[in-house]
């Protein structure tokens, strides 16, 4: 994500805010955004206007503690949150794009003519093959952004741009985030097929008793048992930044959404091994209307600390996922499957689903990747328990 | 409540899960899953939506009554004729 247009402000100036109260919609190739604030306060200034296109991490507004802090909004600076001495609400976060903007890998820099082109307007332009010498930029001092190579692609290969224009912003967000994992994290793949007939009796047993509202699905237990092998296993979980692996305190829970019409979002539950399996589900079940109503917080999809992408409860039986930067390991779970099963002595049929991790070699080896699944097996093995 | 009734509500709620699904272009054999793409969480939700319209909280085992409009407008109609 590079940049964001605010289409709301939700407070005046002379508001007082909390931290994490929600100030303002930003529309995003990932759908509206919602935007917190990171700040208490009151609200002194609304710096963005409606309708302005903001590079992320450019100050949208400014917040006071009652004194004037006299702050100059500074000129935006790419995939840079404000520090929080500016006291201003940020624009949308640089979600996971922003570690990439310093590749652990030297690479070819782009002349210096085109020294006024964001990190990830240098990206698309070096993965296009396009000269950064012919792009006109829009940004701020004449600076090349995203869109103007983008612009610029457009003309050198003319799409056509589907009817909904945000489904294909949202291919490209996906696109973008998805190659450069590819491109930066050496994956490796660890499966495992664990029997998951005692969960599905457990949880239909559970569900018959409660009315539809408060019933839960497979998945959220799948969400929980991830979040509980996440625990135990602290190298899967946390983000890959500049500096190397820094393992994650919380356990925060990505989960692949797919939007109707298109396109994948995958906004994180916090602190998800903390939470009741209730909890979990009506956590998932709020983001996932949300997200498909393109009302997710900005925060959401940034907190995430392992990925869990699910192929539902019928479909097909393996995944073999990409990692969701700057995360370190993606659960891939397929459909539920009937299939012979030992048991004791015998074979029947039974229930099984089979887990695959994606995990940055970077970072772990097979012994933990196996570790994790294991753990899962366990907590599936002990569903009253979650 | 007769069938047309219980279906135009099935629809209405059908599509206030999934909005881009327009009622006027459901066939009344479309599949929720396969034709109509929809989720677990979304049958959940239209589950429990139709729980809070009409009363009938509609078990899991018997989910797959309700998966093509015309199935579920005849099931939820005499789920209502039932009596308490």
Redesign the interface.
């Known amino acids: 994500m590079e940049a964001g247009t605010l289409v709301e402000w939700l407070v005046n100036p002379g508001d007082t805010v909390a931290r994490g109260d929600v100030v303002a919609v930003v529309e995003t190739q990932k759908g509206a955004i919602e935007i917190e604030v990171f700040e208490a306060g009151t609200v002194t200034e609304l710096l963005a206007e409606i309708g302005q296109t903001l590079p992320v991490g450019a100050p949208m507004a400014r917040i006071g503690d009652g004194e004037e802090t006299g702050a100059e909004p500074k000129p935006p600076e790419e995939e840079t949150r404000p520090a929080p001495k500016e006291r201003s609400a940020p624009a949308p976060p640089a979600e996971a794009e922003a570690p990439s903007e310093k590749p652990a890998q030297p690479r070819q820099e782009p002349p210096a003519s085109a020294a006024g082109a964001s990190p990830a307007a240098r990206r698309a332009a070096q993965e296009a093959g396009i000269d950064l010498v012919q792009v006109k930029g829009s940004g701020p001092q004449g600076a090349i952004v995203l869109a103007d190579v983008e612009a610029q692609m457009g003309q050198a290969t003319p799409t056509s741009r589907p009817a909904g224009e945000g489904l294909s912003d949202m291919r490209q967000a996906v696109a973008a985030a998805m190659s450069r994992s590819k491109r930066e994290i050496p994956h490796f793949y660890v499966s495992h097929t664990v029997e998951t007939q005692p969960v599905s009796e457990w949880l239909?047993q559970q569900?018959?008793e409660r009315?539809?509202?408060e019933?839960i699905?497979?998945?959220a237990v799948f969400v929980k048992a991830a979040a509980m092998a996440a625990r135990q296993v602290a190298a899967l979980n946390g983000h890959f930044t500049e500096g190397g692996f820094v393992p994650s305190e919380t356990v925060n829970i990505g989960m692949v959404i797919?939007l109707?019409?298109g396109g994948l979002v995958a906004p994180a539950l916090a602190d998800v091994d903390k939470m009741s399996l209730s909890d979990v589900m009506a956590g998932?079940?709020d983001m996932?209307?949300r997200a498909r109503s393109g009302r997710l917080r900005g925060s959401e999809l940034t907190r995430g600390t392992l990925t869990v992408s699910s192929l539902?409860?019928?479909g097909a039986e393996d995944m073999t996922g990409v990692i969701f930067p700057p995360q370190v390991a993606l659960l891939a779970v397929g459909a539920p499957q009937i299939r012979p099963w030992v048991t004791g002595a015998g074979v029947e049929p039974r229930q099984v689903t089979t887990l695959v991790l994606s995990a940055d070699h970077r970072v772990c080896d097979g012994r933990q990747a196996s570790r994790f699944l294991v753990a899962i097996q366990d907590c599936l093995a002990r569903p009253e328990e979650l | 409540m007769t069938e047309t009734e219980t279906r135009a509500i099935f629809l209405e709620e059908l599509n206030r899960v999934?909005p881009?699904i327009d009622p006027a272009t459901v066939r009344d054999t479309d599949h929720l899953?396969d034709d109509l793409?929809l989720?677990?969480?979304d049958i959940?939700?239209l589950?429990?939506a139709?729980?809070?319209r009409l009363g009938v909280?509609?078990?899991?085992?018997d989910y797959k009554e309700i998966e093509t409009p015309r199935k579920a407008s005849g099931y939820l109609a005499r789920r209502l004729r039932e009596p308490e």
Do not use: C, F, K, W
């Not at chain 2, 909280?57 to 085992?61: A, C, H, Q, R």
């Open positions: 239909a569900n018959a009315p539809p509202a019933r699905l497979l998945g797919s109707r019409g998932l079940r996932v209307t539902g409860e019928d | 999934a881009d899953q793409d989720d677990s969480m959940l939700n589950v429990t139709l729980h809070a909280s509609i078990p899991e085992s």
